[in-house]
């Protein structure tokens, strides 16, 4: 499993994690393959030139674009140049919101989340999207204050924390009002380029639990094998079967917290590999737990929350 190699921006906030990363420039973090998590994230572009890719769209990043994922749908940008990439990101779990925002009597600030489909809001670096990474630069330094007050006391400071909660719920204020605005709603212009790399990637999402062949993909497609090839890893930064395999681990991290007791034989087979060693040894590989370890944390945690 990637680790971040930074200075820790996050801290535990009602047994649940909040988690912010401010400016980060080049490769002060990794940039991670095609990924799923389970809680929201607030993603700013502050400069370079970046695709990024949202299951099968595919949107070229303008300096002050914000988007919002539902974490679930596989996600991954693709900078053209790592050392001029910029971005601030905000990951927060919703869980411990619902209760708050009914206390203070606010709508349901994660509708932009979940009903807008993983959606992009153009800024331009208006006083809105100034607004939503001043408050992500806020919560990561309170983080990080949080994180100091834990390692020299060894409690974690409620007033922190409640700073921590307060600036959120300015955040996904601000957000909530601008999702409003249909103006801010990207309308996509994708390139020819781009047009074959999301028909490859559409293509990809219905077929990767069969056994995928290029050359099958290239027939349905009317592409010429290396053509397509070629140009999804031209836009999308990863081979075809590198986004193969990211559908077939989405969908195995869903059926092991989904389908608990179904057997890891029927989990492999149902996302697509050939193999349960070979679905053991690429689980392992990516996720840095057995399936069996996974499965299991994620039924603790459940019953945690439920306590």
Same mark, same amino acid.
């Given at each position: 499993?990637?680790?971040?190699?930074?200075?820790?921006?996050?801290?535990?906030?009602?047994?649940?994690?909040?988690?912010?990363?401010?400016?980060?420039?080049?490769?002060?973090?990794?940039?991670?393959?095609?990924?799923?998590?389970?809680?929201?994230?607030?993603?700013?572009?502050? @400069? @370079?030139? /970046?695709?990024?890719?949202?299951?099968?769209?595919?949107?070229?990043?303008?300096?002050?674009?914000?988007?919002?994922?539902? @974490?679930?749908?596989?996600?991954? %940008?693709?900078?053209?140049?790592?050392?001029?990439?910029?971005?601030?990101?905000?990951?927060?779990?919703?869980?411990?919101?619902?209760?708050?925002?009914?206390?203070?009597?606010? %709508?349901?600030?994660?509708? %932009?989340?979940?009903?807008?489909?993983? /959606?992009?809001?153009?800024? =331009?670096?208006?006083?809105?999207?100034?607004?939503?990474?001043?408050?992500?630069?806020?919560?990561?330094?309170?983080?990080?204050?949080?994180?100091?007050?834990?390692?020299?006391?060894?409690?974690?400071?409620?007033?922190?924390?409640?700073?921590?909660?307060?600036?959120?719920?300015?955040?996904?204020?601000?957000?909530?009002?601008?999702?409003?605005?249909?103006?801010?709603?990207?309308?996509?212009?994708?390139? =020819?380029?781009?047009?074959?790399?999301?028909?490859?990637?559409?293509?990809?999402?219905?077929?990767?639990?069969?056994?995928?062949?290029?050359?099958?993909?290239?027939?349905?497609?009317?592409?010429?094998?290396?053509?397509?090839?070629?140009?999804?890893?031209?836009?999308?930064?990863?081979?075809?079967?590198?986004?193969?395999? @990211? /559908?077939?681990?989405?969908?195995?991290?869903?059926?092991?917290?989904?389908?608990?007791?179904?057997?890891?034989?029927?989990?492999?087979?149902?996302? =697509?590999?050939?193999?349960?060693?070979?679905?053991?040894?690429?689980?392992?590989?990516?996720?840095?737990?057995?399936?069996?370890?996974?499965?299991?944390?994620?039924?603790?945690?459940?019953?945690?929350?439920?306590?």
């Amino acid at each position: 499993m990637d680790e971040w190699k930074t200075p820790l921006y996050q801290a535990k906030v009602m047994d649940e994690w909040i988690t912010a990363f401010y400016r980060v420039q080049g490769t002060e973090l990794p940039i991670v393959n095609f990924h799923s998590h389970h809680e929201y994230e607030i993603y700013f572009f502050g @400069g @370079g030139e /970046c695709k990024y890719l949202i299951n099968n769209r595919i949107y070229d990043l303008q300096p002050g674009d914000i988007i919002l994922l539902d @974490g679930l749908t596989l996600h991954k %940008p693709n900078p053209r140049y790592i050392s001029t990439y910029t971005r601030s990101m905000l990951h927060f779990s919703p869980s411990w919101l619902q209760e708050l925002l009914s206390v203070l009597g606010l %709508p349901n600030l994660l509708d %932009p989340f979940q009903n807008l489909n993983n /959606c992009l809001l153009r800024t =331009g670096n208006d006083e809105s999207g100034q607004f939503v990474e001043g408050r992500i630069e806020r919560i990561a330094n309170l983080l990080v204050q949080m994180d100091e007050e834990m390692q020299r006391t060894g409690q974690k400071s409620e007033l922190l924390e409640a700073e921590v909660k307060m600036e959120l719920v300015q955040l996904l204020l601000g957000i909530y009002k601008m999702a409003q605005k249909e103006f801010t709603h990207v309308k996509k212009k994708v390139t =020819g380029k781009e047009q074959h790399a999301e028909a490859i990637s559409t293509w990809i999402d219905a077929h990767y639990t069969e056994k995928v062949s290029l050359d099958q993909m290239a027939a349905d497609l009317n592409l010429s094998k290396y053509y397509a090839s070629h140009i999804f890893k031209e836009v999308t930064g990863f081979t075809v079967m590198e986004y193969v395999m @990211g /559908c077939r681990l989405n969908q195995v991290k869903y059926l092991l917290e989904m389908e608990p007791d179904q057997s890891l034989t029927d989990v492999s087979r149902a996302a =697509g590999f050939e193999s349960v060693s070979h679905f053991s040894r690429y689980f392992k590989d990516k996720m840095g737990i057995t399936p069996s370890r996974y499965r299991e944390n994620k039924r603790i945690h459940r019953r945690d929350s439920q306590q």
